[in-house]
Structures are given as C-alpha cells and as structure tokens.
C-alpha cells in the first residue's frame, strides 16, 4: 500500500500476503492506528496509506507520550520493605535519585558532592516551592534558592565523593565510589533510615560549627584532625 495511489480490498490481498478472510479486520485496524486512509469511490471501498513520514512522526509522538504516562505513573508502597538493595552503574543511580526527589510528599534530606546536586537542583527547587520540606548539604558549596542549605567546604583533600538522600523519613539511597565506579545502596529499612538521618544532621551540625569556630578549632592539630575525620 505504500504507493500513491488507492487501492480496494481485493487488489491488497493480491499485493500482499493477508489472507482474503482476514483483510478488512487488518484493514480497519491499520485505519484505526491513523495510518491507512479510506474513501468511497461510488459503492467500492478504496484504501489509501498515509505518508512514510507522517506515520513516522506519529510513531514518535505515540513513544514520547507514552514516556510521559509513564513518568506520571506512581507506584507507593504500602508495606515496609526492610530488604537493602545494591546497585550499579552512575546512570541508574542518578535515575533512582531523580525518581525519589520526584515522589517526594513531605520532606527531602540530601546530601552529595556539589557537582551532583547541581544535577537535581532545579527539581530541589520545585520540590520546595510545591511545599516539601528540602533541606540540603553541599560539599564545595552550591548556588541555589533554597531555603535550608549548608555547603561545607573541604578542610584537605576530600575522599571519594558520595549521595545520602533520605525522602518522607522512609526511603533511603546511599551512593559512593569504589575502584572508580559509582554503588548504591536502597532500603526502606527503619533502624538504618534512622541511623543515617542521624548521620546527616551530624554531619550539617559539624558544618555549623566549623564555620563558625573553624579558625579558632583548627589552630589545635588534634582538633583538626578529629574533625576531619568526623567530617569525613
């Protein structure tokens, strides 16, 4: 059919290999999917296809709202999973994180390296402005709207860079590099959702306190090191 001119039903079967019984049920449903085109030439029914490109462009279409749909699609959980996932690979983990801050009902935790919560800051944003409770740690600092922000600034070389988001004090992912690859973990485990909430203001109170007394805490070498340690 992909000709410019009409054709009826019995030239179709003879062109193709549609069985002659089963060529206007394929017909309609062609028709129905907005690639074939009918018309009434006095009492025969002529078929027509659409161009090659129109049904591409409407392919394209179709798969990007399908994408959409799907993004709009959530799924929560009614139950406790206590089970901790790993996993792999840089993408994945960032899609994970991105589909957490998108979920994301009442309160965000995050805290990572600043040149990957530059990836999500404009999700931050929208987050809070929708209402959500977003506060976040930044290490190197970070140029942003929001409201509850801390950036700590390394005292020495820092180690490997790493992701603690903690959503709706249930959902947890934690993320790091070993031997140069990105692992996570994910778990909706209460006692390490705790533990690691506890981790975070830890690490934001120690924030704090070296900003403002860093001068003084860092003239003692012992202090240094403690807190550079525990920063770390």
Do not use: C
């Amino acid at each position: 059919m992909a000709q410019d001119e009409p054709l009826d039903a019995t030239t179709i079967v003879g062109a193709s290999n549609v069985p002659k019984a089963k060529i206007y049920e394929v017909l309609n449903r062609l028709i129905d999917k907005g690639i074939v085109l009918t018309t009434m030439d006095g009492k025969k029914k002529l078929y027509m296809a659409v161009d090659l490109q129109t049904v591409i462009h409407k392919i394209k279409l179709d798969f990007e709202n399908d994408i959409e749909a799907l993004k709009q699609y959530k799924i929560k959980r009614t139950f406790t999973d206590e089970h901790i996932w790993t996993l792999k690979d840089e993408s994945s983990i960032a899609s994970n994180i991105e589909q957490l801050l998108e979920e994301a009902d009442s309160s965000i935790l995050f805290l990572a390296w600043n040149e990957s919560m530059e990836r999500y800051r404009e999700l931050l944003e929208k987050k809070e402005r929708q209402g959500v409770y977003v506060e976040v740690l930044a290490v190197g600092g970070l140029e942003s709207s929001l409201t509850r922000q801390y950036s700590l600034i390394p005292l020495l070389d820092a180690p490997e860079p790493s992701q603690l988001l903690i959503v709706d004090h249930m959902y947890l992912l934690f993320a790091g590099v070993e031997h140069e690859s990105w692992k996570a973990i994910k778990t909706m485990s209460k006692p390490i959702v705790k533990a690691m909430t506890d981790y975070f203001y830890h690490d934001v109170a120690l924030t704090q306190i070296t900003k403002k007394y860093g001068e003084q805490l860092l003239q003692d070498e012992e202090m240094e090191r403690l807190l550079t340690r525990l920063i770390y």
